[in-house]
């Protein structure tokens, strides 16, 4: 994507990668949010709760992604120190959990729900982690919104 040369004036996006683009300095602002929630811990059945991750490894996609910063607050909250992250894109981990290569993963839904379909179990939803969670954002470049506040708006 090209932020910088003014290729993309507007994106839906989670809430992770556009706090990433303002941190490098992309000029955006968020201008609405668009949903709340949507990430589940999924597991193989023998785990029961989320202090059964310890030792465990587990699917998560790229540092910095909403599902990342549920996997940093549940690593945080149950002192997990033994814990073997694989980063991966969501259909792998539904794959990666089926092959038996990961004990639990860390995605977004409908990805949850089709880990379930195959024996899999919700361990945790995000909004039992973190209360009003954002999920995505509507973010928009400053100029647009100088320029044509009226856009914006709409």
């Known amino acids: 994507m090209q932020w910088r040369g003014g290729d993309i004036q507007a994106a839906y996006i989670c809430l992770g990668p556009a706090l990433l683009l303002y941190s490098r300095g992309v000029p955006i602002k968020i201008v609405a949010g ?34 990342d910063l549920l996997l940093n607050l549940v690593i945080e909250r149950y ?50 982690l973190w209360p009003n969670m954002q999920g995505s954002v509507l973010v928009v470049k400053e100029d647009l919104i100088k320029d044509h506040p009226e856009v914006v708006r709409k």
């Open 79 to 128: 002192n997990l120190k033994n814990l073997d992250v694989r980063r991966m894109n969501p259909p792998m981990a539904v794959i990666s959990l089926i092959a038996g290569k990961i004990d639990a993963a860390f995605v977004p839904e409908f990805f949850a729900t089709l880990a379930e379909v195959q024996g899999f179990h919700i361990v945790a939803m995000s909004q039992d």
């Open 34 to 67: 668009t949903h709340l929630y949507g990430y589940a811990i999924v597991a193989k059945p023998e785990i029961k709760s989320l202090a059964d991750l310890e030792g465990k490894i587990v699917g998560c996609v790229a540092e910095g992604s909403q599902a």
